[in-house]
Nanobody
Framework: RLRLVESGGGSVQAGGSLRLSCAAS????????MGWFRQAPGKEREEVAV???????RYTDSVKGRFTISRDNAKRTVALQMNSLKAEDTAIYYC?????????????WGQGTQVTVSS
């Protein structure tokens, strides 16, 4: 069974940095599109960044230039480096995976990790 486990969340002041990591098991990792999503209190879940099997990346406008998604197929991990954090980045961040397709709904999800940015 596919399993995704996030780590690296926490609390930081505005302007600071955090690095989230997600470890995958139970799948042929290299063929999956991997993504990071977030959900803030009272808001719908939104896509933050995705990275395809061939390394193509996509970011939501609000994080462009501040966040970087990367993957390590040998270690079966995907990371989200978050710099210049803002209070509005506060949310639960979820790692997700979908076989080959970065455009459709993601099938597999981690349990989430809290990121809190204080202004």
């Amino acid at each position: 069974r596919l399993r995704l486990v996030e780590s690296g969340g926490g609390s930081v002041q505005a302007g600071g940095s955090l690095r989230l990591s997600c470890a995958a098991s139970g799948l042929k990792y290299s063929t999956y599109c991997m993504g990071w999503f977030r959900q803030a209190p009272g808001k719908e879940r939104e896509e933050v960044a995705v990275i395809s099997a061939d390394g193509t990346t996509r970011y939501t406008d609000s994080v462009k230039g501040r966040f970087t998604i990367s993957r390590d197929n040998a270690k079966r991990t995907v990371a989200l480096q978050m710099n210049s954090l803002k209070a509005e980045d506060t949310a639960i961040y979820y790692c997700a995976a979908n076989w080959r397709d970065c455009s459709s709904n993601f099938e597999y999800w981690g349990q989430g990790t809290q990121v809190t940015v204080s202004s």
